[in-house]
């Protein structure tokens, strides 16, 4: 699934999900982390924008994507989803091993396998 194209999409969603964990952070009476949760993530929304002609941050920002960074792309997401998973597994075990019920691990971990289940049978399908 491609991003969209546009240089804005992933600064502002960058901004507006800053503001987002700033409000939850607010609610949770902790303004001033928000603000710094905030800054960090508009930081980063301006680092996309304004990164230039740089080929790896126009093809974060997706109005540089060729087949070339789309594969980059893939590649990366798998390894990011295998880092999650791992962990997801070993925080399970050792919530197990404190003799706690292994959740919201377990939920994680249900949801990624049944997932990638799911998505097997479906490209398997399609293709």
């Known amino acids: ?29 902790s303004a001033q982390s928000g ?6 993530l508009a930081g980063f929304g301006a680092l996309i924008l304004l990164g230039g002609r740089s080929e790896t941050i126009r093809g974060l920002r997706g109005d540089g ?13 798998a390894l990011a989803g295998l880092a999650v998973i791992l962990a997801i597994i070993v925080a399970f075990i050792a919530e197990l091993a404190k003799g706690h019920n292994g959740n919201p691990y377990g939920w994680l971990g249900a949801i990624g396998g049944l997932t990638y289940l799911v998505a097997i049978v479906i490209f398997r399908i399609r293709g």
């Open 1 to 29: 699934m491609d991003m969209p194209r546009t240089k804005w999409f992933l600064p502002l969603f960058a901004v507006a999900l800053g503001a987002v964990v700033f409000v939850a952070q607010w609610i949770g009476g």
């Open 35 to 40: 603000l710094v949760s905030f800054a960090i």
């Open 65 to 77: 994507r060729d087949e070339r960074f789309r594969m980059i792309d893939i590649h990366a997401t």
